[in-house]
């Protein structure tokens, strides 16, 4: 995923439930992909690191999406705040993580 957006990053800090879960999950993910490093680092098995990489993609998506969501909820809970995101900018952001 890119460096977030002012205007995704700015809704996230909207919601702090929502900012709290965020760095949740990317803190599991910087955990797992030094697990990745490590395993790489101690030629452990393929599978077993291709495993890890997975797990480190999906907890990646599911920040995103969630950082996404929140931006979705802001946009519709206050569709005319500076700084919304627009639905075009709301779509790229989406079909970027699919």
């Known amino acids: 995923m890119?460096?977030?957006?002012?205007?995704?990053a700015a809704a996230a800090?909207?919601?702090?439930?929502a900012k709290r879960k965020i760095a949740n999950r990317l803190r599991r993910a910087h955990g797992q992909l030094?697990?990745?490093i490590s395993a790489v680092e101690s030629d452990t098995h393929c599978r077993d690191i291709?495993?890890?990489?997975?797990?480190?993609?999906?907890?990646?998506?599911?920040?995103?999406f969630l950082v996404i969501s929140t931006a979705?909820?802001?946009c519709l809970e206050d569709?005319?705040?500076e700084g919304a995101a627009s639905p075009e900018e709301l779509?790229?952001?989406?079909?970027?993580l699919a």
């Open 50 to 64: 291709v495993q890890q990489l997975s797990a480190v993609s999906k907890a990646l998506d599911r920040a995103g």
């Open 72 to 74: 979705l909820q802001q």
């Open 2 to 8: 890119s460096e977030l957006s002012g205007t995704t």
């Open 79 to 81: 569709p005319q705040a």
């Open 91 to 96: 779509e790229k952001m989406f079909l970027s």
């Open 34 to 36: 030094a697990a990745v």
């Open 13 to 17: 800090t909207h919601d702090p439930e």
